[in-house]
């Protein structure tokens, strides 16, 4: 498995002169700017979406450095440094061992008597492909009824480009601001609104990703000639994954929850009060009914409670048409989120010992081998510290309404890393839709999230300069 590359931003900036616009505040101005460059911003969201990204296969790992290098020679034009730090390599499944592309970090002219805020992202993206079932070409940006379609326009490219367009805003209308690597404050916007308000994000799922292989017999076999005579690696290996968890979405593994935090009431208070359609969602998803019945419990079950996804067999058929193949080698794939306070070792080993032993029940004289993978551990952040405040009062200057507080169900390992290693303050600030297909065919970013969250990120800076 390869993991996300990413660029890091470390910011510090000054609060801004009020001779810079109207009043006491600058937004009005930086506001403007950015309405009057939107088509600029969006063009160059397009030229970014066009970059094939794809970190997932090493084949394209050449497009994921050229879009590291568009991104540090952006920031370099704006006057920042940059760095391309070097991560060592990684071991392939072929055995070979390869470079992984380059960790982007970059700086900006500092002040050490101002804060700093360190801004993280991704530019890596998840494959896509025409054929996936996408109403569009993938890499090119294309705007239908509103909305920008295209790999990464969401999940992650339109963020990060958001962010250096915020940057960009202040140093044109010449507000003043510094950026240094003495972080104070830690913001991601590698996330998306839970509803059609926006949000602060405040806690996100750990993960950790499995692997359970099963091969026998020395090849791949007719089943005309040997079905029915022999121990299929197939069969077993449905058999391991069918006792991982129960058609209502229950973790089956002995011991592998026990270590869940309990609800409190003041816990269940905050999902009722997040305006999440139920109804809405089930068409956005395409299903008739969630597994649980409520808006509480569906919120409940996406960000507070661990889950557990089988995503794929490798070396099965799975191409269209007719084949009688006995696969004589199948890897099943699965993952597991995790919420506070699940350890990802422990969360290992009880995998372990639980497949190992069905395994064991099934008698079979295939052998069975389990890996794993990411092991990153679940994040909860800390409301009451200052740059909640300022990105509260960022979203009221904006949107005119106070922020939803919602948690997110997906995983960002450098989240809890970032809040360990540093000891700073740690928010996530989305400006992605719900409605986004983030991973998904179709994914998009509506040119209303993507301007407005650019102003946003403009609002959030001025703001976290006065507390």
Known sequence: QVQCVVPVFILLHTPASSSSAAGSSPLKSLFQYIDDHQDQFIQRLAEWVAVQSESSDPAKWIEVEKMLNITAQRIREMGGSVELADVGTQQLSSGAVVPVPPV?????????????????????VQPAKKEDGWATNPYNLTEISGNLYGRGATDNKGPVLAWLHAVEVYQAIDITQYFFADVDYIVISDSVWASRNPALTYGARGSSYFFVEVDGP???F???VYGGSIHEPMTDLIALLASL???????????????VVPLTDSERKT?????????DMKKVVGVKHFLQDTKVKVLMARWRHPSLSIHGIQGAFSEPGIKTVIPGRVIGKFSIRHVPSMNPPDVERKVQEHLKQVFNGLRSPNRMKVTSA?????WVGKLCDNQYVAGGKAIKNVFGMEPELIREGSTVPILQDFQEVTGKSVMMLPIGGHDDGEHSKNEKISRYNFIEGTKLFAAYIYELSQV
């Open 222 to 224: 007719h089943s005309g």
């Open 245 to 259: 968890v129960d058609h209502t979405g229950k973790i089956l593994i002995p011991g592998v929850t026990d270590d």
């Open 218 to 220: 020395v090849d791949d």
């Open 374 to 378: 990411i092991g990153a551990k679940p």
């Open 104 to 124: 982007l970090l970059a700086e900006f002219p500092g002040d050490p008597k101002k804060a700093t805020l360190c801004i993280y992202g991704h530019v890596d």
């Open 271 to 279: 999902y009722q009060n997040i305006s999440f359609d139920l109804e």
